[in-house]
């Protein structure tokens, strides 16, 4: 069977890239945990600084002008660290009670991750969303087939995405080196930039995840000119990160895979 000459291992994120087609859980429970406290955010809203550590995701909402500026209206005073704490201890039990309900594997996960494991790459995980989170996700993932050698969550370390501190931790436990024989598969800008940070190879998965939103259902009632807009949108929002390569789902990753193994061989470095 055919082996990677060069790299070591690809660690891939969770919701909107193996599971949670769209991203729907984070996007609608952070809808709802602001609606917990009376101020109104949009799904927009929300999805903007998908990636981020979750505690640190619900203070980078309450920094958005408008929210803000809702929240000073519904409360009579600016947000405060306390406010951001008591949003995110709403939005952990809340997402908690709904994670197993968005946790179908996106199609290709497991076949991906299998076949690269038996060409001799080991799989590593990272998330922003917490163990208590990840607890019932992972027997569901696990039974479907995606069994990650190493989970890295947000609470692992002290910064989450865009740092790459979670990422160093993967390649710890997954004891793999240097980091530019690694491949970091994220739906998100800040997975993109903690990736990079970190010295490996990027690839964005642009329609299963956060940019386009939607799921399979969803994007098949869109009318043609609807899902153009949409998938451009979500190529550029991954490339302007600075992905290496942007692909629609996981289950294209194996030729970029291979193509990434082929750089590396001639020299190339991330």
């Known amino acids: 069977m055919l082996k990677h000459a060069q790299l070591e291992a690809v660690i891939f994120d969770w919701s909107g890239t ?11 429970v952070f ?36 929210v803000r500026a809702a929240w000073r209206e519904q409360h009579g005073r600016e947000p405060e660290d306390g406010d951001v704490e008591r949003v995110y201890e709403v939005f952990v039990p809340m997402t908690v009670d709904v994670v197993a309900d968005h946790g179908e594997l996106i199609d290709g996960a497991a076949a991906v991750t299998r076949r690269l494991r ?15 989170i990840m607890a019932p996700l992972l027997p569901k993932a696990a039974a479907q087939g995606f069994a990650p050698d190493s989970l890295v969550c947000a609470g692992d370390v002290v910064h989450g995405r865009p740092a790459p501190l979670m990422l160093y931790k993967s390649l710890v436990e997954l004891a793999v080196w240097p980091a530019s024989a690694v491949v970091v598969v994220d739906d998100t800008p800040a997975g ?42 979500a190529y550029a929002e991954l490339a302007r990160a600075g992905a290496h390569a942007v692909v629609d789902g996981v289950g294209d990753l194996e030729s970029v895979v291979d193509e990434i193994d082929g750089a590396l061989a001639r020299g190339e470095r991330p």
């Open 18 to 28: 193996v599971v949670d087609h769209g991203a729907k859980a984070p996007a609608d």
């Open 118 to 132: 038996e060409r001799g790459l080991a799989i590593g995980s990272t998330t922003g969303y917490s163990r208590d």
């Open 192 to 233: 993109i930039r903690a990736g990079l940070q970190a010295g490996c190879w990027t690839v964005g998965v642009a329609l299963t995840g956060n940019a386009f939103g939607l799921t399979p259902d969803e994007a098949a009632a869109l009318d043609d000119a609807e899902r153009a807009w949409r998938e451009a949108r």
């Open 31 to 66: 809808v709802r945990a602001f609606a917990a406290f009376e101020v109104a955010i949009t799904e927009a809203e929300a999805r903007a600084p998908m990636g981020m550590a979750k505690r640190a995701h619900v203070e980078a909402l309450m920094d958005l002008p408008r």
